[in-house]
């Protein structure tokens, strides 16, 4: 005589999701998959800007890539993670310089850009 086997609810979550998962394995491609190679086109005329900042005792290094001409257009990378303030600031320096397109570094962005208002 067998027993019943009883699993857990997380367990058969956890099945199910793989199931649904696993019915997109080995689908042929749509063009909408690839829609993010044209819509980041942008990124070629983006200003890069470093971001520092103090995080569970490590200098996060990440670099924001905005459109000079639409600012509100950015897009925000995590690049690296440092145990040392200098050595963060020299990693974002260095990473920002080889990340930008335009190196001598005339694409800027500016608060004055977003034209904000203050009412």
Known sequence: MSR???ISDLVLSGMNNFLDNE???GQIANAADIQ???DSFWLKDSAVINMISSRKGAW???LIFAHYKNPLQFIIRNITRCFNQKKA???AF???KEAAKDR???LKVSIKDLNLCAN
């Open 4 to 6: 019943k086997r009883i």
């Open 23 to 25: 019915k997109y394995v």
């Open 36 to 38: 993010f190679i044209t």
């Open 60 to 62: 996060d290094v990440s």
């Open 89 to 91: 600031q020299a990693a």
């Open 94 to 96: 260095y990473i920002g």
């Open 104 to 106: 001598r570094g005339t």
